[in-house]
């Protein structure tokens, strides 16, 4: 090991920052964190973006830590074996540890004329897309917001807080995630706003044209703006490198987020697959792995075993316009309970929620090594029991 240690951070979301800002607890260590905008994105607000509420964007200088390196570029692919990684602006960065967290964004549509027709919102880019279009349209116009995941129901409360007529296609069930009692909440506050909800076994989008959307019970729905919010995807960067995958694209690693191929290379947030079982999504979630990926690496500075990961899950917030939201307490193994908050006082929670997300990077910023989060204990063993049957594996066990 040599007395100086690079490190670089691929991509600058709440994963990728909060290991960055992590890393700075060791002065020997530089950190070089690489992302292709000059800005973070607030994911949690793109619903916000495209409603006209929020531009969803902090500048980096407010949540990166002084000693961190932010290199504007994107990478184009990971030498493991040369430990180094080719950006697309034809430099190459030399590492001694890697932290991979690609993010995600959507995922390609496989429904006929979804990628031609519909707006996605996942990424910043295509928010900004989305909200032009909205903007220009007329208020009579129809639109129709396929997915009623998070992010579905959250544009689809936002958009039609702004007046427009706003139909959302479940494709099953609303908010999956939800208990029954909240589910039924939500349904009522969307029906207040004035969204049509259409959801059931015939709601599956099977098609989509420019001015409609097909439903695989045969009805067709006039649509001037159709939205996409189905489904997630990530970038295929770690697979175009090589290194081993899961079936959605994920980095495929240990517990302790070190991937299965090399310990030099350690993954975090959405694009990382411990285990094979991915946590879910979210800025939360980001957030605690980008946390525990940092101090994998620095474990092994150190000379030290790094830890397997552990964290449980408390709630799931669901924004439904600016004045109301469900706030769904959940139990550790990240299942619903039935107690939630609703109304105003869940607006606040969500609120809150959004904030914190980046008042934690700010924090771990300044004091680096600050951040914490709830652990689940068993939990995550007997999930890992029970999809595997065996006990987690870390790379020093299988060495």
């Known amino acids: 090991m040599t007395e100086h240690t690079e490190v670089v951070v691929i991509g600058g979301g709440y994963a990728g920052v909060m290991a960055a800002n992590r890393l700075t607890r060791r002065t020997d260590v530089t950190v070089t964190l690489v992302n292709p905008r000059p800005s973070f994105v607030a994911r949690l607000r793109l619903h916000q973006l495209v409603g006209g509420s929020h531009d969803a964007v902090v500048e980096y200088a407010e949540v990166l830590a002084k000693g ?49 027709f519909a707006y996605p919102v996942a990424t910043l880019e295509a928010a900004r ?28 409360a936002e958009l039609a807080e702004k007046g427009l ?27 207040e706003l004035g969204v049509t909800v259409i959801d059931g076994s015939g709601s599956k989008v099977t098609g989509v044209t ?47 987020l070190t991937s299965v191929d090399d310990e030099r290379i350690v993954a975090a947030g959405d694009s990382a697959a411990p285990s094979d079982l991915p946590f879910r999504m979210s ?12 101090d994998t690496v ?43 908050v609703s109304g105003r006082p869940g607006a606040k929670l969500k609120e809150f929620a959004c904030q914190a997300s980046v008042k934690h990077l700010v924090s771990e910023a300044r004091k680096p090594g600050s951040h914490s989060w709830p652990k689940g204990g068993p939990v995550r063993r007997r999930l890992l029991e029970a999809r595997h049957g065996q006990e987690p594996v870390t790379a020093e066990d299988a060495a």
């Not at 493991?80 to 549509?109: F, I, K, N, Q, T």
């Not at 800025?283 to 940092?294: I, P, R, S």
């Open 165 to 191: 007529r706003v139909t959302l296609v479940c494709g099953g069930v609303l908010g999956p995630y939800l208990h029954p009692r909240a589910r039924r909440t939500a349904t009522r506050r969307l029906s």
């Open 210 to 256: 420019r001015r409609a959307v097909c439903l695989a019970d045969g009805r067709e729905l006039p649509s001037e703006v159709t939205v996409w919010t189905v489904g997630f995807g990530v970038p295929d960067l770690a697979a175009r490198s090589g290194l081993s995958v899961d079936a959605v694209g994920r980095l495929l690693t240990d517990e302790t």
């Open 298 to 340: 620095l474990h092994r500075i150190a000379g030290e075993p790094p830890t397997p990961v552990d964290l449980s899950f408390n709630a799931m917030c669901i924004s439904l316009g600016r004045g109301a939201a469900v706030f769904q307490l959940a139990h550790k193994d990240d299942t619903a309970m039935r107690l939630y």
């Open 283 to 294: 800025a939360y979630t980001a957030g605690c792995l980008g946390a525990h990926a940092a």
């Open 68 to 116: 961190v390196r932010l290199r504007i570029d994107t990478v184009a692919r990971i030498d493991a074996a040369g430990r180094r990684v080719a950006l697309a602006s034809g430099e190459a960065l030399p590492y001694d540890y890697l932290v991979y967290a690609a993010g995600s964004g959507s995922a390609e549509p496989l429904v006929p004329g979804a990628a031609e």
């Open 129 to 156: 897309r989305l909200r032009s279009v909205i903007d220009a349209a007329p208020t009579t116009a129809a639109v129709t917001v396929a997915g009623a995941g998070p992010t579905g129901i959250e544009t689809a």
